[in-house]
């Protein structure tokens, strides 16, 4: 059923009875030619992108609970392509772009909102890293703007401008960047890639490899019986060094838990999102009217999904900093996601040394922006078996050959990335 | 000309303005006294001289150093435990360097001795609500079972390292603690302190160690 | 999450800064041991790159920075966050012996 104005009317004239399910609900067939384990964004995104652009359709995402019910319904929606390194820069505007024709690509309202985003600065040294990540941004053409204080005070009048320790000197600001309703890309993911064939399991959890004598994985083990596969590919993050242990793989990866909030609605006020630059707190505000707000890792291993109050003081108090006027709005929820935190703040998207399984890993914090690009960068990685042109330095082996991609310039601490 | 001395002053030069604040009445909820002219020492052991340390310190102070987080009245000064085999010590200032250089001879070859005397700021907070405006900022559970006269504790105070200890009650019989900051943050607690205790109303003042 | 500190009792965790999996050790390797260098490398990688990244119990360094500023090793659930043991970490206090050159 195609989605329009005009089926909307229809529906409405009858009673909106004739609506039919999103996606079927198959049970497991013996063999596909794909198996994604995770019904994430990306792993759903990598099905849709195998069924649409690579012409593979035998295609199964097994999901162990309800599509979207991992990170991907547990972050802050921010959508933005500001980043600086090489690797990063064309990657993430693959994905922005990407972002930009989803809605129409999908045939779903994904609510995709360019409302803009401002990475606030604070010092001179501060704005001499924004304006040289801007530059870097703008010769990749991608849309960028350094504002100085005034500007700053024109988009958001109401910010903190008379703290002296930390004074807003001005911003980096891509107007493109925005937020998008996060479950409706999970089920936009999910409705186009199973109208192309895709089978969506729920409620099927991986167990095990299936490997031949040579070691090749030949299919999987789940809690649904045995499926057996061309190629596995694996984009459970949060979880992968869980499911990478049932292979016998160990990775340059660790498990954090960051927590996020949300207010109770109040009328507009915040127009795109706002990152404080000199404490970690960032903050939009929902189309419901609720403020979405979040701040650093916990900071300990963590497979929780649920963070302590030290991290809940610190991001209010970073909020309190930069935003006083918000002291006086309730927090309505909070929540806490498994971050993949990669040793260089940077995903992992490639083969493994296994024959026949495929990672897409280490999202740290920043998978929700990625999901269309590393859905497009996955299913090519698996349809092609070499790495999509844009995704080309997201190796596995990057560590081991000093190639690592670190955004922060942290080192191999994964809680300080 | 500047406004500059070369004279020790107190870190709450400013923010100390003696009298009563917050809520007026007959008796104030909370007294916060800054505590001067102390000689203040942190002893610390030398590896594999945690025994060497508690014999001179045995013999200096005549009391047993605490080797858990506690605080020991010994004569002339009080022993507050601050880590694994270390401690401060606290005395009036009478003589500063004869205190410093009779600790310097006790403690020779067996612990390591800093002189911290103008580095931090004695706060003491007593009175009926005291306990009640402490709870507001800190995360010690200060009831007290857990926490009865002559216990010490490292923490955590708004980010400021805070050693605070539990006094022998005041002569009203309510709790009194010690509060010893960093001087450069005494300024920042002192402010807490006197917000959590506006609505108790507090009479602030400053003393000399006695 | 409250930490027991063996030193300062039980702790809220704010006090507290964490370090990481407490098991891989520095590898060792002696000048001119003959080691081939991919060896070595190989050792290294493991060390400053791999991680076990346990769900379950893992045994982990914390720093009590804000009290005591001991080093200790937890024992920590990582799926539940409950403690099993909390553990002054080797060397805290004056415990350690006089290392030659000190």
Same mark, same amino acid.
């Given at each position: 059923m195609?989605?329009?104005?005009?089926?909307l009317?229809k529906?409405?004239?009858?009673?909106?009875?004739?609506?039919?399910?999103?996606?079927?609900?198959p049970?497991p067939?013996?063999?596909?030619d794909?198996i994604?384990i995770?019904g994430?964004?990306h792993g759903?995104?990598?099905?849709?992108?195998?069924?649409n652009e690579y012409g593979i359709?035998?295609?199964?995402?097994?999901?162990?609970?309800?599509?979207?019910?991992g990170?991907a319904g547990?972050?802050?929606t921010?959508i933005?392509?500001?980043?600086?390194?090489?690797?990063?820069?064309g990657?993430?505007?693959?994905?922005?772009?990407?972002?930009?024709r989803m809605?129409q690509?999908?045939?779903?309202?994904?609510?995709v909102s360019?409302?803009g985003i401002?990475?606030?600065?604070?010092s001179d040294?501060?704005r001499?890293a924004?304006?040289r990540r801007?530059?870097?941004?703008?010769i990749?053409g991608?849309?960028?703007?350094l504002?100085?204080?005034v500007q700053?005070?024109k988009?958001?009048p109401f910010?903190n401008?008379?703290s002296?320790?930390?004074?807003?000197?001005g911003g980096?600001?891509q107007r493109r960047?925005?937020t998008a309703?996060?479950?409706a890309v999970?089920?936009g993911?999910a409705?186009?890639a199973?109208?192309r064939?895709?089978?969506?399991i729920?409620n099927?959890e991986?167990?095990?490899?299936?490997r031949?004598?040579?070691g090749k994985?030949?299919?999987?083990e789940?809690s649904?019986g045995?499926?057996?596969?061309g190629?596995?590919?694996m984009?459970?993050?949060?979880?992968?060094?869980?499911?990478?242990?049932?292979?016998?793989?160990?990775?340059?990866?660790?498990?954090?838990?960051l927590?996020a909030?949300?207010?109770?609605?109040i009328?507009p006020?915040?127009?795109?999102v706002v990152?404080f630059?000199?404490?970690h707190?960032?903050i939009s505000?929902?189309?419901k009217g609720g403020?979405?707000?979040g701040?650093?890792?916990?900071?300990?291993n963590?497979?929780?999904?649920r963070?302590?109050?030290p991290?809940v003081?610190?991001?209010?108090e970073?909020g309190?900093?930069v935003?006083?006027?918000?002291?006086r709005v309730?927090m309505?929820?909070?929540?806490?996601?498994?971050m993949?935190?990669s040793m260089?703040?940077?995903?992992?998207i490639?083969k493994t040394?296994?024959?026949?399984?495929?990672?897409n890993?280490?999202w740290c914090?920043g998978g929700f922006k990625?999901?269309p690009?590393?859905?497009?960068v996955?299913?090519?990685?698996?349809?092609?078996?070499?790495?999509h042109?844009e995704a080309?330095r997201f190796?596995?082996?990057r560590?081991r050959r000093?190639?690592m991609i670190?955004?922060?310039?942290q080192g191999?601490?994964p809680?300080?990335h | 000309m500047?406004?500059?001395l070369?004279?020790?002053?107190?870190?709450?030069?400013?923010?100390?303005?003696?009298g &009563?604040h917050?809520?007026?009445g007959?008796?104030?909820?909370?007294?916060l006294v800054?505590? &001067?002219?102390l000689?203040?020492?942190q002893?610390m052991?030398?590896?594999?001289?945690a *025994?060497?340390?508690?014999?001179a *310190?045995?013999k200096?102070?005549?009391?047993?150093a605490p080797n858990t987080?506690k605080?020991?009245a010994?004569?002339?000064?009080?022993?507050?435990?601050?880590?694994?085999?270390?401690?401060?010590?606290?005395?009036?200032?009478?003589?500063?360097?004869?205190q410093?250089?009779?600790?310097s001879?006790?403690?020779?070859g !067996?612990?390591?001795?800093?002189?911290?005397s103008?580095?931090?700021?004695?706060? &003491?907070?007593?009175?009926?609500?005291?306990r009640d405006a402490i !709870?507001?900022?800190s995360s010690?559970?200060?009831h007290d079972a !857990?926490f009865?006269?002559?216990?010490a !504790?490292?923490?955590?105070?708004?980010h400021?390292?805070?050693?605070?200890?539990r006094?022998?009650n005041g002569?009203?019989?309510?709790?009194?603690y010690s509060?010893?900051?960093f001087t450069?943050?005494a300024?920042?607690?002192w402010?807490?302190?006197v917000?959590?205790?506006?609505e108790?109303g507090v009479?602030?003042?400053r003393?000399r160690a006695a | 999450?409250r930490?027991?500190c063996?030193?300062?009792?039980?702790?809220e965790n704010g006090?507290f800064?964490?370090?990481?999996d /407490?098991?891989?050790?520095?590898p060792?390797f002696a000048?001119?041991?003959?080691?081939?260098?991919?060896?070595?490398? $190989? /050792?290294?990688? $493991?060390y400053?790159y791999?991680? $076990?990244?346990?769900a379950?119990?893992?045994?982990?360094?914390?720093?009590?920075?804000?009290g005591?500023?001991?080093?200790?090793i937890?024992?920590?659930?990582?799926?539940t966050?409950e403690?099993?043991?909390?553990t002054? /970490?080797?060397?805290?206090g004056a415990s350690?012996?006089v290392? /030659?050159?000190?």
């Amino acid at each position: 059923m195609k989605y329009s104005i005009f089926s909307l009317a229809k529906a409405a004239l009858s009673g909106h009875q004739g609506w039919t399910r999103a996606w079927r609900d198959p049970a497991p067939k013996s063999h596909y030619d794909v198996i994604i384990i995770g019904g994430g964004g990306h792993g759903l995104a990598t099905a849709y992108f195998l069924a649409n652009e690579y012409g593979i359709r035998n295609v199964a995402v097994l999901e162990k609970g309800w599509i979207g019910s991992g990170n991907a319904g547990r972050n802050t929606t921010i959508i933005r392509s500001n980043y600086g390194l090489p690797g990063n820069t064309g990657f993430y505007e693959l994905s922005m772009k990407l972002w930009e024709r989803m809605e129409q690509d999908l045939n779903y309202n994904a609510m995709v909102s360019q409302r803009g985003i401002i990475n606030l600065y604070h010092s001179d040294a501060q704005r001499d890293a924004f304006a040289r990540r801007g530059n870097t941004m703008r010769i990749n053409g991608i849309d960028a703007e350094l504002l100085d204080a005034v500007q700053i005070r024109k988009e958001l009048p109401f910010l903190n401008y008379d703290s002296p320790r930390f004074p807003i000197m001005g911003g980096l600001m891509q107007r493109r960047g925005g937020t998008a309703r996060h479950d409706a890309v999970v089920w936009g993911y999910a409705r186009a890639a199973d109208q192309r064939g895709v089978d969506i399991i729920q409620n099927c959890e991986v167990t095990g490899f299936v490997r031949d004598q040579n070691g090749k994985v030949t299919g999987v083990e789940t809690s649904r019986g045995k499926i057996s596969a061309g190629k596995v590919g694996m984009a459970v993050a949060g979880n992968t060094s869980r499911v990478a242990a049932m292979a016998g793989m160990k990775l340059p990866i660790e498990s954090h838990v960051l927590q996020a909030f949300v207010t109770e609605a109040i009328k507009p006020l915040i127009p795109g999102v706002v990152t404080f630059g000199a404490g970690h707190f960032y903050i939009s505000q929902s189309d419901k009217g609720g403020l979405v707000f979040g701040g650093d890792l916990d900071g300990y291993n963590s497979y929780a999904q649920r963070g302590n109050m030290p991290v809940v003081e610190d991001v209010c108090e970073g909020g309190m900093a930069v935003m006083p006027m918000i002291g006086r709005v309730r927090m309505l929820r909070q929540w806490g996601g498994i971050m993949d935190m990669s040793m260089d703040g940077t995903p992992i998207i490639d083969k493994t040394p296994i024959d026949g399984l495929y990672l897409n890993a280490g999202w740290c914090y920043g998978g929700f922006k990625a999901t269309p690009a590393s859905g497009l960068v996955f299913a090519h990685l698996l349809a092609r078996d070499e790495p999509h042109p844009e995704a080309a330095r997201f190796r596995l082996d990057r560590f081991r050959r000093g190639a690592m991609i670190d955004e922060k310039g942290q080192g191999a601490q994964p809680n300080l990335h | 000309m500047v406004d500059y001395l070369w004279n020790t002053q107190s870190p709450l030069q400013k923010a100390l303005v003696a009298g &009563r604040h917050g809520v007026a009445g007959a008796q104030a909820g909370v007294t916060l006294v800054e505590v &001067r002219d102390l000689v203040l020492v942190q002893v610390m052991a030398r590896r594999g001289k945690a *025994a060497d340390t508690a014999k001179a *310190a045995k013999k200096l102070f005549g009391v047993d150093a605490p080797n858990t987080p506690k605080a020991v009245a010994g004569k002339s000064a009080t022993l507050v435990w601050s880590g694994p085999d270390q401690f401060t010590v606290l005395a009036p200032r009478t003589d500063e360097s004869s205190q410093i250089d009779a600790m310097s001879q006790a403690f020779s070859g !067996a612990a390591s001795l800093s002189d911290q005397s103008d580095g931090r700021c004695l706060i &003491r907070v007593s009175g009926p609500r005291g306990r009640d405006a402490i !709870a507001k900022f800190s995360s010690l559970d200060l009831h007290d079972a !857990a926490f009865p006269v002559g216990t010490a !504790a490292n923490t955590s105070v708004d980010h400021t390292a805070v050693n605070c200890w539990r006094e022998a009650n005041g002569a009203d019989g309510h709790p009194v603690y010690s509060m010893l900051v960093f001087t450069s943050f005494a300024d920042s607690l002192w402010h807490a302190i006197v917000d959590s205790s506006l609505e108790y109303g507090v009479d602030t003042s400053r003393t000399r160690a006695a | 999450m409250r930490i027991a500190c063996p030193f300062c009792g039980e702790r809220e965790n704010g006090e507290f800064t964490y370090l990481g999996d /407490a098991s891989p050790k520095r590898p060792t390797f002696a000048v001119d041991s003959g080691e081939s260098p991919e060896r070595v490398e $190989d /050792a290294f990688y $493991d060390y400053v790159y791999l991680r $076990d990244n346990v769900a379950g119990f893992m045994r982990e360094y914390w720093y009590h920075g804000g009290g005591c500023r001991s080093w200790l090793i937890a024992e920590r659930n990582t799926v539940t966050h409950e403690f099993r043991s909390v553990t002054a /970490a080797p060397g805290v206090g004056a415990s350690k012996p006089v290392q /030659a050159g000190e």
